[in-house]
């Protein structure tokens, strides 16, 4: 008979735990989502008037610019979306993930090589507004650590994951001298497998100076690529990294890009 009586107050209790855990985390997207975010044209404008992109680079001043980025761990972008990326001759930004880096060594410097962009997706991709400062600084650290102990370059661009970024990710980020890099469109292909929707997802979204999420993880990504290389080419864009899309100004550490 207690346990009876007592029934109905621990499923108040845990109905209010699960309401107050709710809106905790919509008050953080919330939060994210009123973030100050710099788009790429406003960046380009910022340059010193005159002043040109390096030699041999586009200037998307006058170019019609999109920068495909991919997020996931190293071992994810395969072969074949490296070879479509050469083929198609666009040049891209990866936000790699650190725990596997060093399995993945000849990847990282194919990415390199190729001409890609790296950026710094955290050790283990941890919600960084979930965690403490000084995990939020070890997420990257040893992120730029080991990026840069195989590439010999400086990464300078992060992305938060699942884009949850707040006042303390921007301190930290700026500290370390990276900028933030979140998205104008993703093909959600986290959620699907069908190539064609996740190639009309991004089609649909696509627009001049847009910044494009896509995860080689997933079944439909790569199979999708092809398409979506081929339909963009057609439509006039010129894809770039997301540093060169900013050019000739520089990503400013702590800045959120979108």
Request: proline share 5%; hydrophobic share 40%; glycine share 6%.
């Amino acid at each position: 008979m207690n346990i009876l009586k007592r029934r109905p107050r621990l499923l108040i209790l845990l109905t209010l735990a699960v309401v107050a855990a709710v809106t905790v985390t919509v008050v953080m997207v919330i939060q994210a989502n009123k973030m100050k975010t710099v788009s790429p044209s406003e960046e380009r404008d910022r340059a010193a008037s005159g002043r040109g992109v390096p030699s041999g680079q586009v200037d998307c001043r006058k170019v019609k610019c999109i920068a495909l980025t991919f997020d996931g761990n190293p071992g994810e972008p395969t072969d074949r979306l490296m070879d479509l990326l050469k083929e198609y001759k666009a040049p891209s930004t990866f936000f790699l993930e650190g725990r596997r880096i060093h399995k993945f060594p000849d990847v990282v410097r194919r990415i390199a090589k190729d001409g890609h962009e790296i950026g710094d997706h955290t050790w283990t991709h941890a919600v960084l507004t979930d965690v403490s400062d000084a995990q939020i600084r070890d997420e990257l650290t040893r992120t730029e650590r080991a990026i840069s102990g195989i590439t010999g370059g400086k990464v300078t661009l992060m992305r938060p994951p699942q884009g949850r970024t707040d006042d303390r990710v921007s301190k930290v980020s700026k500290e370390l001298g990276m900028a933030q890099v979140l998205w104008t469109v993703t093909a959600k292909d986290y959620e699907t497998d069908d190539t064609a929707l996740i190639t009309k997802r991004v089609l649909e979204g696509a627009d001049r100076d847009g910044i494009i999420l896509l995860h080689p993880l997933h079944k439909g990504t790569v199979p999708a690529m092809p398409s979506i290389l081929k339909a963009l080419r057609k439509q006039g864009y010129t894809f770039v990294t997301v540093s060169q899309l900013l050019a000739p100004s520089k990503a400013e550490p702590g800045k959120i890009y979108k």
